[in-house]
């Protein structure tokens, strides 16, 4: 049963979709393609509209503050309580504890201390199930454009509360008995998780920036000399000419059209961002058009709103508005007609390092400071004001959006924007390349994005904790619908180092999206740059046979409203232990991984909640084979060397690798096996392009008997031995 509860005057986000699919007039726009909608019939849905001061709502108590601007819903949590989800965000699986905010932030350094991140994920799971628990077991969802903070027992050890500012909203309660319905339910409501084709589950390497078509090629030429799997190399903000989007550096990389070309020949996709920023500057078409339809962000007056970001100067295309969304999706063709398949968007938070006008104060008053005796308080209010520039909240409430007809000022929709940036480009794609699935990634996003792209955790650091923070996002994004993601592996930021990489591709390996990726200035991180290249090559290999797995758990659970990524809990709900376990995750139906994510750590703790047979790979043709009995353990894990555990009666379909992702052979398998009575795996493949795709006719069951007999029936017949 889902609860739907109407407080005010909601914008509408476009991210529910059954709800206006049976009950709104009002169709989602933009977006007719089948696999938008749930495929099962809709839950029972109860509405109630929020009259005021003497409506009761289920569960939560409300009171309002700032005049009754604000609303503040509560709730008491018992000492065992736990809080699941709320995507992108710092801290554990488990969120109990702090307080997080949606308000999509462009903030580099992502330390515990922060309340938000790039995402607005506004779904949480309330379990309370457990002894010491309150026996309830809830799904939240905030329907919101604005700003909503979730205090998971930060204030009050003993109370939840969820404040929503100003403007209206709209609450969902899900209730459902498992964790996992829970999950899937919210999933059917928000519409099916975007696609990808199957060359983006490849290694990518990235860096800001590769400066010319003879660096590309010599990154490439390094993977394939080294024998490094590689299916792609992106494209940093130093491809565009002075960083305007949809150009391309005649002098970096003269004639593109064929360079794309020769890369794909090679195997390899280049990917090039697009920036939300667009430089103003004469004669550059993008601009120029721009202002002359009215397709910018304005001011509350009707001028275009002039913020600062990479190329200086730049409007923000109004994407919340149909007609300029169109606009500025349209201009992805001029890449697309390049040989492009593939785009990263970034600094769609919006990023904001200045907004014109403060900056002239902030110049000024800086301008005054005492510059013969500063004293403490002189110097605090300096710094403040120097660091204080970028996205301040002032600035993005002088922005406004015409929202097909109706002015609506951007602190009410902030954290759409990145989302509707998404969309621009996807509904572009579902336009011009109607039968083709392309790649397409954001930083900034809230739950809607995840039907038209996937996501990166963005600028992380080349840090320990890091790989820990990566590994621990992941299941709260699949709840969110975000299937394809990772992140910057090895680290965006900060100087990385050898073991670092290593033990980070350890866990990237299992990460649909598996980059590599480094900022400027800092030490260079590609796998060929290091000494044991051996390890690096049998790492990769390992991603390249994991992948007939990985791309059939990834598109049955984008296909069935799933998780790819699960904490341990929601398999074993009655394991005690398995509901504290931060550092391990179920990865589809039959794996479960625990990496090592501490410096010179030789090997783990690691929690079993049932017998498991692990595989510790040092490569595909070195292998050691136990079987562990369900507790604790302490597990050896050399560098070079990575752990999966395979549940009993499960099965996991390896290839022979390759050195690309077309190169990847799925007619000749090797079985990971832990068969106690019999193991049945339904393989799922497809072109790794077609749009529509449906699990019918495209699964192979594998089984495996108790003697080690196979058998193989259904789509495809592929030759299957036991490793
Ligand atoms: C942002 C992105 C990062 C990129 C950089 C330059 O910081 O998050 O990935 O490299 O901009 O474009």
Not at 182 to 192: A, T
Not at 491 to 501: A, C, I, K, P
Not at 546 to 559: D, R, T
Request: net charge negative; proline share 4%.
């Amino acid at each position: 049963m889902i609860k739907k509860i109407v407080f005010g005057q909601p914008i509408d986000t476009g991210t529910v979709v059954k709800s206006q699919k049976t009950e709104s007039p009002a169709p989602v726009p933009g977006r007719e393609t089948g696999r938008q909608m749930p495929a099962d019939e809709p839950a029972e849905m109860q509405e109630q509209v929020y009259t005021g001061k003497d409506s009761e709502i289920p569960y939560f108590s409300i009171r309002w503050q700032k005049d009754g601007a604000e609303a503040v819903l509560t709730c008491g949590l018992a000492q065992d309580d736990m809080i699941y989800g709320l995507g992108e965000n710092v801290r554990g699986i488990n969120k109990r504890g702090w307080i997080y905010e949606s308000n999509c932030t462009d903030d580099a350094d992502h330390t515990e201390n922060k309340r938000s991140l790039y995402g607005a994920h506004n779904f949480f799971i309330l379990d309370g199930m457990r002894a010491g628990g309150s026996g309830r077991r809830l799904g939240v969802f905030v329907d919101a454009a604005q700003k909503v903070i979730f205090d998971c027992g930060y204030t009050d050890s003993e109370e939840l509360t969820v404040t929503v500012s100003a403007g209206g909203f709209v609450l969902y309660l899900l209730e459902k008995e498992s964790l996992h319905d829970i999950v899937r339910e919210f999933r059917r409501l928000i519409g099916s998780s975007y696609l990808p084709p199957k060359w983006a589950f490849g290694y990518g390497q990235s860096r800001w920036s590769y400066m010319s078509a003879d660096e590309v090629r010599e990154v490439v030429r390094r993977h394939r000399e080294n024998g490094l799997p590689l299916d792609s190399v992106y494209l940093d903000i130093d491809y565009m000419e002075r960083y305007k989007d949809f150009t391309v550096d005649k002098n970096r990389f003269p004639d593109f059209p064929e360079f794309v070309e020769e890369m794909k020949g090679e195997h390899i996709h280049l990917v090039p961002i697009i920036d939300a920023g667009v430089k103003i500057e004469e004669g550059y078409p993008v601009y120029e058009e721009g202002l002359e339809n009215g397709y910018f962000c304005k001011r509350e007056d009707g001028r275009e709103f002039v913020g600062g970001v990479w190329p200086g100067r730049v409007h923000f295309p109004d994407v919340l508005n149909t007609k300029a969304r169109e606009w500025f999706g349209g201009w992805y063709k001029s890449l697309l007609d390049q040989g492009i398949e593939g785009f990263w968007n970034d600094m769609n938070e919006p990023a904001l390092f200045y907004e014109e006008e403060h900056l002239k104060e902030a110049l000024e008053k800086l301008g005054e400071a005492n510059v013969e005796n500063m004293d403490i308080w002189g110097f605090f209010d300096f710094k403040k004001t120097a660091l204080g520039i970028a996205s301040r909240p002032e600035d993005y409430a002088k922005i406004y959006h015409n929202m097909d007809g109706r002015n609506v000022c951007h602190e009410q929709v902030h954290n759409l924007y990145g989302y509707y940036m998404t969309r621009a480009a996807s509904e572009a794609f579902d336009r011009l390349e109607p039968d083709k699935r392309l790649l397409l990634f954001s930083r900034s996003s809230c739950e809607g994005a995840h039907r038209y792209g996937g996501i990166w955790m963005g600028d992380n650091q080349s840090w320990w904790s890091h790989i820990l923070l990566n590994l621990q996002m992941l299941p709260s994004l699949n709840m969110c619908g975000f299937l394809y993601c990772g992140a910057d592996l090895g680290g965006f930021g900060s100087d990385t180092s050898e073991d670092l990489l290593l033990r980070w591709l350890e866990l990237g390996i299992f990460t649909p999206l598996m980059r590599n990726h480094s900022a400027l200035d800092t030490r260079r991180q590609e796998a060929y740059r290091f000494g044991h290249q051996d390890d690096f090559r049998n790492i990769l290999k390992l991603r390249y046979a994991l992948l007939p797995y990985l791309y059939s758990e990834f598109m049955k659970a984008a296909l069935n409203d799933d998780m790819l990524f699960q904490p341990l809990s929601f398999v074993y709900p009655e394991d005690v232990f398995a509901s504290q376990v931060e550092d391990q995750l179920m990865v589809g139906e039959s794996i479960m991984i625990a990496p090592v994510y501490c410096q010179n750590a030789g090997g783990r703790y690691v929690y079993l909640p049932e017998e498991m047979k692990l595989y510790r790979f040092r490569g595909l043709d070195s292998v050691d084979i136990e079987i562990l009995p369900a507790g604790h353990h302490y597990v050896d894990a050399a560098l070079n060397e990575v752990l999966v555990f395979v549940r009993p009666d499960h099965l996991v379909p390896l290839s022979y690798g390759g050195e690309y992702v077309a190169a990847v052979d799925n007619s000749r398998l090797q079985l990971l096996h832990f068969v106690k009575t019999k193991a049945v795996y339904e393989l799922y493949d497809d072109d790794g392009y077609a749009k529509n795709v449906k699990l019918e006719g495209n699964i192979t069951k594998i089984s495996v008997d108790s003697s080690g007999e196979i058998t193989v029936e259904g789509a495809a017949k592929p030759e299957c031995r036991l490793m």
